[in-house]
C-alpha cells in the first residue's frame, strides 16, 4: 500500500515518511502543492496525506484535483489550523479526516489505519475480505487490520499482517530471513537481523498469550521464523 505525504516541513515530512515505512507502507513525499499532484499522478497513491499550508498550491486547492480525478482514494488533511471551521472546509471538500498539528505518531499510526480500513474492505474482493487467518486461539483478519482473541481486539500494523500472512501461508516450514524482508519489507529495502528481531519481538507481544515462550511465532536459530 502507498501513501503520498505532501508536507512541506522537511522535518514533518521526513518524520512522517519514517513513521510509516516502519509500518510497512510504501511511500512517496512532495515538498509542495504542485509536486503532490505530479507524484499523484505518477504514483496512484492508496492514501493521500496532506499539508494544508503549502507552496505553490495548497492543500485545499490539491484536494479538489485529486477529487476531480479520484473520488475515492482517502486524503487526510494535517494542519496547524484547528478552527472548526478549517476541518469543517476540508471534510466538505471530500477529506475523509484531519489532523491538527502537534500530533502524536500514535494519533497518526491510528487515523491511518482507519481510513486503510475502509479503503481495504471496499477494494477487497469478496474472497480477499472473507480471508482470516486462524492461529493458536486467535483469528486474524487481514483486510480489517486486525485481530482477536476470544473478545480481545488487536491492531495489527500492515506490516505485520503481512508477516503473520508469509508464515501462515508456509505455516509449518522454516520461512528465511531473507525471503521475510522481501515480502514483508520490499526488495529495495536493506536488510538488517536487528530491525526483523525487534519487529517480531513488538508483534509477539501483541499477539501472544506469553511472548516468552510463543506458540504462534516459533524462531529457527540461524534460519528465520516458523508458524508451528
Given at each position: 500500500m502507498k501513501i503520498l505525504i505532501a508536507e512541506d516541513d522537511r522535518y514533518i515530512g521526513e518524520g512522517l515518511r519514517s513513521l510509516l515505512e516502519s509500518e510497512g507502507y510504501?511511500?512517496?513525499?512532495?515538498?509542495?502543492?504542485?509536486?503532490?499532484?505530479?507524484?499523484?499522478?505518477?504514483?496512484?497513491?492508496?492514501?493521500?496525506?496532506?499539508?494544508?499550508?503549502?507552496?505553490?498550491?495548497?492543500?485545499?486547492?490539491?484536494?479538489?484535483?485529486i477529487r476531480k480525478i479520484d473520488n475515492e482514494v482517502p486524503v487526510i488533511f494535517i494542519s496547524a489550523k484547528s478552527e472548526e471551521i478549517d476541518r469543517v472546509l476540508g471534510l466538505e471538500l471530500g477529506a475523509d479526516d484531519y489532523i491538527v498539528k502537534p500530533f502524536g505518531t500514535r494519533e497518526v499510526v491510528a487515523r491511518i489505519r482507519a481510513v486503510t480500513r475502509r479503503h481495504l474492505a471496499r477494494k477487497a474482493s469478496p474472497d480477499v475480505h472473507a480471508e482470516v487467518l486462524h492461529f493458536d486461539g486467535m483469528d486474524v483478519y487481514p483486510a480489517e487490520l486486525r485481530a482477536c482473541r476470544g473478545t480481545r481486539q488487536i491492531d495489527l500494523s500492515l506490516r505485520d499482517v503481512k508477516i503473520l500472512q508469509l508464515l501462515h501461508h508456509n505455516r509449518g516450514k522454516v520461512v528465511d530471513r531473507d525471503t521475510i524482508f522481501n515480502v514483508c519489507w520490499g526488495r529495495d529495502y536493506l536488510p538488517s537481523s536487528r530491525t526483523l528481531d525487534q519487529h517480531i519481538s513488538k508483534l509477539r507481544k501483541l499477539i501472544e498469550v506469553d511472548a516468552k515462550a510463543p506458540e504462534i511465532i516459533a524462531t529457527v536459530h540461524g534460519v528465520g521464523y516458523r508458524c508451528p
Open positions: 510504501a511511500t512517496a513525499l512532495a515538498r509542495d502543492g504542485e509536486e503532490a499532484l505530479a507524484l499523484f499522478a505518477q504514483t496512484a497513491p492508496d492514501v493521500v496525506l496532506l499539508d494544508v499550508m503549502m507552496t505553490k498550491r495548497d492543500g485545499y486547492a490539491v484536494c479538489r484535483e
